[in-house]
Each structure stands twice: as C-alpha cells, then as structure tokens.
C-alpha cells in the first residue's frame, strides 16, 4: 500500500500545485483586466490633452494674427500721422505768410480809419 499512498500523495500534491496555479492565473487575470482599464483610461485622458492643446495652439495662432494685424494698423496710423505733422511743417510758413499779410492789411485798413 506504500505504493498507493505515494501516488496518492503525490496527486494531492499536484491538485495543490493546481489549485495554488489556477488561483495565480485568476489573480493575474484580474491585475490584466485592471492594468488594461486603466491604460485604456489614460490613453483618452492624454488623446483629450492633445485635443485641447491643439486647440489652445489655434486660438493662440489666431490671437497673434489679429496682433500682428492690429500692429500693422497702429503702424500705418502712425505713418499717417507723421506724414500729416511733415506737411503741417511745410505749410507753416505759407500759413504764417498769409496771416502775416492779412494782419498787415488790417493795420492799414485800421490806419486809414484813423485818418
């Protein structure tokens, strides 16, 4: 019967083995599933990253165009306005001529008055 025990014995062992195994497996499946979730929950919280970053990019874009747009105005304003002073500056003794000879006109005309 020494035989018999022994064999028993050792599928008593090998059951165990099994059990201990299959319980492994079970467990290892679980961690997969759990492990599998979590990177499927980490890929769309990166992809809706990505998403807004791109769209921060575009709004970001279209700020700098409208501020190279606006700086193109304020440049063209500024232009305009020096233009104008430079022509203002170029008149200016024309303009003082005539007032100078309309004022020499009204002192005469004062000055006949008098008379």
Known sequence: MTNGNNSRDRLDRIEAILEVTSANIDRLSTEWQETKAIVNSN?????????QQATDRLKHEEAMAQMRDIMK??????????????????????ILRRLMAIENKVDRILERGEE
């Open 43 to 51: 890929s769309r919280a990166i992809q809706a990253m990505m998403e």
């Open 73 to 94: 105005r304020v440049v063209e304003t500024q232009s305009g306005l020096t233009r104008i002073l430079i022509n203002y500056d170029e008149d200016r003794p024309t």
